[in-house]
């Protein structure tokens, strides 16, 4: 498979990939992270040192200043380890309707993350935790020992602030990537189990679970070939590609911002190295959102996202 299998699937269904609306900002804030996963797309790690700087945070907030995003979604590496996210929590939180975080869980046990899950109660955060098993043993094959544990005692201490709690208005979602080369089980199906055993075993709860095929870049596609797994990957998403996807893509309703403050049309995307438009325009010399129906750049990655039920 190389760079244009995608375009030619699109060109054999009478389709094309264009920009529609954008509503959502997504800023990914570097690459430093507590973990190694093997799925990570962008390869990030403990010896990572790429990091949003100040002026970087400050154009990104001054951006969401001069648009109206009806979402921003703070990513990584792990947000939880920049020393500037209290400042891009407190400065774009009263800037959107809904300002999500993402985070690993294990970043917020660190004690330099220590006032983070308090802060964001306080502002009304969103938080997009990933969770990649119902179980120790799948999760910790992913990320590492202790991180199941670590993991679970936090979520505990989210549902205390009220997060996942039902009526509390404090979102808690969890996402699950699978922990090998294969596609994601039934999202309704695996989030109806994360519920049953999380809450049987565990006493913890969370809002809604959101299931995604791993994306063949970074860390996860050099994985693959290590395995001798990257053919038979790209084959299993490329016969999965389901053109009913496409209407709700993320890359059509998102820019999506790189540490150094230059934009892309989603993270994966940014992790490939395809500009939006091709250019490299940076976010403060972002004078107008992209226009709808503009062609968005192409990859074999993009198949991960058009698999199934696709990547929303």
């Known amino acids: 498979m190389n760079p244009s299998r995608f375009s030619d699937t699109l060109r054999r269904h009478g389709l094309e990939?264009?920009?529609?609306?954008?509503?959502?900002?997504?800023?990914?804030?570097?690459?430093?992270?507590?973990?190694?996963?093997?799925?990570?797309?962008?390869?990030?790690?403990?010896d990572r040192v790429e990091a949003m700087g100040h002026e970087t945070v400050e154009a990104v907030?001054?951006?969401?200043?001069?648009?109206?995003?009806?979402?921003?979604?703070?990513?990584?590496?792990?947000?939880?380890?920049?020393?500037?996210?209290?400042?891009?929590?407190?400065g774009l939180a009263v800037l959107t309707p809904k300002l999500i975080v993402r985070t690993?869980?294990?970043?917020?046990?660190?004690?330099?993350?220590?006032?983070?899950?308090?802060?964001?109660?306080?502002?009304g955060?969103?938080?997009?935790?990933?969770?990649?098993?119902?179980?120790?043993?799948?999760?910790?094959?992913?990320?590492?020992?202790?991180?199941?544990?670590t993991s679970i005692a936090m979520i505990r201490r989210l549902n205390g602030l009220g997060y996942g709690v039902a009526g509390s208005g404090l979102e808690l979602d969890l996402v699950s990537n699978p922990t090998g080369a294969f596609l994601p089980a039934p999202q309704g199906e695996t989030e109806q189990r994360f519920h049953l055993e999380l809450e049987r075993r565990y006493a913890i709860s969370f809002n809604h679970l959101y299931t995604f095929a791993n994306a063949p870049l970074g860390r996860f596609r050099a994985w693959l070939e290590r395995s001798g797994n990257l053919d038979a990957y790209l084959s299993r998403l490329e016969g999965s590609f389901n053109p009913c996807t496409l209407p709700g893509l993320m890359c059509r309703s998102l820019i999506s911002v790189n540490w150094d403050g230059f934009i892309y049309d989603c993270d994966f995307n940014l992790a490939a190295g395809l500009h939006h438009g091709e250019q490299r325009i940076h976010i403060a010399q972002l004078s107008e959102l992209p226009a709808a129906g503009t062609p968005i750049p192409v990859g074999d990655h993009c198949f991960a996202c058009t698999a199934g039920s696709g990547f929303t």
Do not use: Y
């Open 61 to 90: 907030i001054a951006c969401a200043g001069r648009f109206s995003f009806a979402a921003i979604d703070i990513t990584g590496g792990a947000p939880e380890l920049l020393p500037r996210l209290p400042r891009l929590v407190s």
């Open 17 to 46: 990939l264009t920009r529609g609306a954008t509503s959502t900002l997504q800023i990914n804030i570097g690459r430093t992270c507590d973990l190694a996963c093997r799925h990570c797309h962008l390869e990030a790690g403990p």
């Open 104 to 123: 690993n869980l294990a970043a917020l046990t660190r004690p330099e993350s220590g006032a983070l899950p308090e802060l964001c109660r306080d502002h």
């Open 125 to 149: 955060v969103a938080l997009t935790a990933s969770l990649p098993a119902a179980n120790a043993a799948q999760t910790e094959a992913q990320r590492g020992g202790g991180v199941w544990e």
